[in-house]
């Protein structure tokens, strides 16, 4: 492939990834994939196996959220991180961790709050949440844990106002499998420490 057919297609990425983030940013698209493929089809990039990846559409997002929407995405995301910390202490015996868009800063109004739980007892957790009271439905999430794509127990909290919440359970060991690097998640006080 020559250097000039590359550069193209390098340059048609970033564009995608601008217009995908500018989707998301105003619309509320919160699906990376779903958001990149609409770019792509509302451009005309007729080739979709160079699309952007989700690391270039969020770099595109943040660039975006910086530049247009710098009045109200910070009390947006201070909302947002509020309810999740309230999330978390209400989770606390099961140490609770911030993960996604509403830690990146990359959320917006329509983003949904995630947590994950390390346990290999989801119906503990399924437990805790009933004897409060707390409403919920429950789910499966789709995880890459020691490189394989895995279906584990999830909860999703119906809060009467704000964000829903996931709350993913991941198995004790993967805690500590060196796929989650730390700057992609946050626990309590991380999260404490992100609104003072």
């Known amino acids: 492939m020559g250097k000039e057919r590359i550069q193209r297609r390098d340059l048609m990425r970033e564009q995608l990834a601008h217009h995908a983030a500018r989707?998301?940013?105003?619309?509320?698209?919160?699906?990376?994939?779903?958001?990149?493929?609409?770019?792509?089809?509302?451009?005309?990039a007729a080739d979709t196996h160079h699309l952007p990846s989700n690391q270039q559409v969020e770099d595109a997002l943040r660039s975006f959220r910086s530049l247009y929407q710098s009045d109200s995405h910070p009390g947006i995301l201070r909302q947002l991180r509020e309810q999740a910390l309230h999330a978390m202490r209400l989770l606390e015996p099961f140490h609770p961790y911030l993960t996604g868009s509403v830690l990146n800063g990359t959320a917006g109004e329509q983003s949904d709050i995630n947590l994950v739980i390390y346990s290999d007892d989801a119906k503990a957790v399924m437990m805790f949440l009933l004897k409060r009271d707390l409403p919920f439905e429950s789910g499966e999430w789709r995880a890459n844990l020691a490189g394989r794509q895995q279906t584990v127990p999830s909860f999703t909290l119906q809060a009467d106002s704000?964000?829903?919440?996931?709350?993913?359970?991941?198995?004790?060991?993967?805690?500590?499998?060196?796929?989650?690097?730390?700057?992609?998640r946050a626990d309590t006080a991380a999260v404490e420490a992100l609104l003072g």
């Open 23 to 44: 989707l998301m940013a105003e619309d509320g698209i919160t699906d990376y994939a779903y958001a990149k493929r609409k770019a792509a089809k509302q451009m005309g």
């Open 162 to 184: 704000g964000a829903p919440v996931h709350i993913a359970v991941l198995p004790d060991n993967a805690r500590h499998n060196g796929n989650r690097k730390a700057e992609t």
